[in-house]
């Protein structure tokens, strides 16, 4: 019977497995929060997710509408000037 050792300490047998890469790894190097190992797979974020993403979109599309929006009421504003100024 084999006996899983740790990626990162090759002297401790492994306590876990992580869940993303499927490494052994010691109970130093297992993080039971996410179920990962700490130094390979534990500084990535958990899994990608649609809000994330969305919420980036439509802060990408409302600083957009407000940036229309502003060079649309610059020109409305020039436009006025210009024709106060014209009498
Ligand atoms: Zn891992
Ligand atoms: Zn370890």
Redo the contacts with the bound molecule.
Sequence with gaps: MEVYRCMNHPERAAAAQ??????P?CDECHNPETG??R????EMPPAPGMPGRSRNIWVTVIVSILAILGGLTLLLLAICGTILFSY
């Design positions: 992580c869940t993303r890469c499927g490494k790894v990962r190992c130094y390979r797979c534990g």
